[in-house]
């Protein structure tokens, strides 16, 4: 999977950290979670596999901390602006 830039972005998380990727996203300051929503593209060899094994493997690096709720959808607006997609 590949970080990819998005229309609704705001913000890019670790821009100047070079040990780091770059993460383009959008920040919802208006909400009290303070959500971070960001944008990854497959390639065609893991859309593919997806579409026959139906799993997606996530990690976090949580450096020792609590983990944080987190929210994975394929619209955009499920988790900007709240809506439901068709």
Known sequence: MK???FKQQTD????NQPQYEPLPCHIDRE???RPVTSCWSLS??????????GRVYFQLCT???KV??????????DLIRK????
């Not at 890019?12 to 821009?15: D, G, L, M």
């Not at 065609?44 to 094994?53: A, D, N």
């Not at 809506?83 to 068709?86: E, F, G, H, R, V």
């Open 3 to 5: 970080i990819k830039e």
């Open 12 to 15: 890019v998380i670790a821009k």
């Open 31 to 33: 909400d009290d979670w």
């Open 44 to 53: 065609f060899k893991e859309r593919i596999k997806l579409l026959f094994v």
């Open 63 to 65: 450096f020792g901390g």
């Open 68 to 77: 944080q709720p987190q929210k994975a959808s394929t619209c955009i607006d």
């Open 83 to 86: 809506n439901k997609c068709q």
